[in-house]
């Protein structure tokens, strides 16, 4: 990854937060990082000095035991929505000066926190195209398109995962992925094993963003 052209499309607010910009292609990476503010810093030395060899690690468990979860608030320009990757769910952001919106991010304690930038709201994750039914040892492909608020494909690249259940609902584990949308668009290839069970198939995609779904069904015959 490198580091991101314009920085200023996101920043800390409070000190005890760290805001590292980098970007994947064109897309924005935001990393929300929990940071040692000066007080903090001097109770870990004073820690140090009572005992060198314990008094950090004893003064870190006792820190998170009383509060292992930390609000964090950020900046991110106005022209883009902010997707937190942990829960794939859509930054709460609200109007500030200057061009910016300001949103909190609640992290563990020194836990560094990933956020997506796009400059179109995720709207709608569909099938696009896509077999209904496949005979054991065929390979088949499923198009998933994924379109902003404005209508228009999600530009840059969405991560996404990719599960296969078979017909009494088990897994199939060695047909699922972790993979990316690009310029909205997603192909899954299915290829099926000649002594797969035959029977009603679901390819299900989950882009790790907004957090939606969209499947295919077909029937796998023998």
Same mark, same amino acid.
């Given at each position: ?8 499309? #996101? ?6 937060? +760290?805001?590292?910009?980098? =970007? ?9 990082? !929990? ?7 001097? /109770?870990?030395?004073? $820690? ?6 314990? +008094?950090?690690? !004893? ?7 009383? &509060?292992?979860?930390? &609000? ?6 106005? $022209? ?16 500030? #000066? ?22 179109? &709201? ?13 005979? =054991? ?5 499923? %198009? ?7 209508? $228009?494909?999600? /530009? ?12 009494? +609902? ?14 909205? %668009?997603?192909?899954?290839?299915? &290829?099926?094993? =000649?002594? !797969? ?6 390819? %299900? ?5 907004? +957090? ?11």
């Amino acid at each position: 990854m490198k580091a991101h052209l314009a920085p200023r499309v #996101a920043a800390p607010v409070s000190p005890d937060t +760290g805001v590292f910009v980098n =970007r994947v292609g064109d897309l924005p990476l935001v990393w929300v990082m !929990d940071l040692e503010t000066a007080e903090e810093l001097r /109770a870990m030395a004073k $820690a140090m000095g009572a005992n060198w060899e314990r +008094g950090v690690p !004893d003064y870190l468990r006792e820190r998170e035991k009383t &509060r292992a979860l930390t &609000r964090h608030t950020v900046r991110v320009e106005a $022209a883009y929505v902010a997707y937190d990757l942990w829960t794939s769910t859509e930054v709460s952001l609200t109007p500030a #000066a200057n061009g910016w919106r300001e949103g909190a991010i609640q992290t563990r304690l020194y836990e560094a926190h990933p956020l997506a930038l796009y400059r179109d &709201r995720i709207a709608a994750l569909t099938l696009a195209s896509g077999p209904a039914k496949l005979a =054991r040892g065929q390979t088949g492909q499923f %198009v998933f398109a994924l379109r902003g608020a404005s209508g $228009a494909a999600i /530009a840059g690249l969405v991560p996404a995962e990719v599960r296969v259940y078979g017909p009494h +609902g088990q897994e199939g584990w060695e047909y699922g992925s972790q993979t990316l949308f690009r310029d909205g %668009v997603l192909t899954v290839p299915l &290829r099926l094993a =000649r002594n !797969d069970a035959p029977g009603a198939w679901r390819v %299900v995609v989950k882009e790790l963003c907004s +957090g939606r779904t969209a499947e295919a069904k077909l029937t796998v015959i023998p």
